[in-house]
């Protein structure tokens, strides 16, 4: 490698326009994985990498006045093409949420972070702000049967962590049991309870929303987490989708799911003592998901585009 300059934009470049993970880079470039986040930081703020914020008038337009009106939510709404590639508005939305938490995170807070497709486009955007005294959460837990999930998840709490200069902590256990009565015996283990007990004390929380009809497959339905046997069990159900890998029906309704007393995501009652849970989602066919979510009263900020804005509204 070169000088400077030259390492900051290749290293940029294979990130932000390649969409290569820090891992990734590093062993390409023979680095350790830390000197590729401080590149990356050094990049903003240098201004080589120019990380732009929506301005505030889409929560003045009507459409974001009635979502928030109908679910009692702060409508952050990102104008995208409704002609965009689905990758586009993704990252268009994720970069606003990522401004968005950048902007709510303060020092000696815990920060709590669901995994998942959205989460990892948000990872993309967040400026490098110094915060002192505090800690980034793994809200739900991400092995499966066939993977421990620890790649993917710990390279989307790690670059949050990155970029706040804060310690993150994994949540070292599956998505969904396999029984119930293993999670409940697992929740009164040591170092299971440090992790709830973290969880327990977030003050700001943020997730995408999982669906099981999404243009872009949500990682929890196309990763090996649920057989297609308990998929198709689901959709008699009425599941529609999850929030912290807690399904969901359109009307809100989860607790009766017999998969969620497996699962190990905080639930929307826990959620509901988030002080500000910030929810972000970009594809109108998860507009049924978005639905169940925001009825089920998981977020005070949903960060969405127009269409899918218009996509949710319809289903009431």
Avoid at 140 to 166: K, M, W
Avoid at 175 to 201: C, I, N, Q
Avoid at 243 to 262: K, M, P, W, Y
Avoid at 268 to 278: A, D, G, S, T
Wanted: proline share 4%; glycine share 8%.
């Amino acid at each position: 490698m070169h000088g400077r300059h030259d390492q900051m934009y290749l290293v940029a470049t294979q990130y932000y326009e390649r969409g290569e993970t820090m891992d990734a880079i590093a062993r390409e470039l023979g680095v350790s994985r830390s000197t590729v986040s401080r590149l990356l930081s050094d990049a903003r703020a240098t201004g080589l990498v120019r990380i732009s914020i929506a301005d505030a008038e889409g929560a003045q337009s009507p459409l974001a006045r009635e979502l928030a009106e109908a679910f009692g939510v702060r409508v952050h709404l990102v104008p995208v093409r409704a002609t965009s590639p689905v990758i586009a508005r993704l990252d268009q939305v994720a970069q606003r949420g990522a401004g968005l938490l950048a902007d709510l995170v303060a020092d000696n807070q815990l920060i709590g972070v669901a995994w998942g497709v959205t989460m990892a486009a948000l990872t993309h955007h967040l400026p490098h702000r110094r915060l002192a005294g505090s800690m980034i959460v793994q809200m739900n837990g991400g092995a499966n049967h066939t993977s421990t999930g620890l790649p993917y998840v710990r390279e989307i709490l790690q670059s949050i962590g990155d970029a706040f200069d804060c310690e993150a902590t994994l949540f070292p256990v599956p998505a969904f049991f396999d029984y119930p009565e293993t999670k409940h015996a697992m929740w009164r283990e040591r170092s299971v309870r440090h992790v709830l007990d973290l969880l327990a004390g977030l003050d700001v929380a943020v997730f995408g929303v999982g669906s099981l009809t999404g243009t872009i497959p949500s990682h929890v339905y196309a990763a090996g987490y649920l057989a297609d046997e308990e998929r198709q069990a689901l959709v008699r159900q009425g599941v529609v989708g999850d929030i912290c890998t807690v399904l969901l029906r359109e009307d809100g309704s989860f607790a009766d799911l017999e998969a969620n007393q497996r699962a190990t995501g905080l639930t929307p009652w826990e959620l509901q003592n988030v002080p500000r849970r910030v929810c972000v989602v970009a594809d109108p066919q998860r507009a049924p998901a978005v639905v169940g979510a925001l009825r089920a009263g998981v977020a005070t900020d949903l960060v969405i585009d127009e269409l899918t804005a218009r996509a949710t509204l319809r289903r009431l």
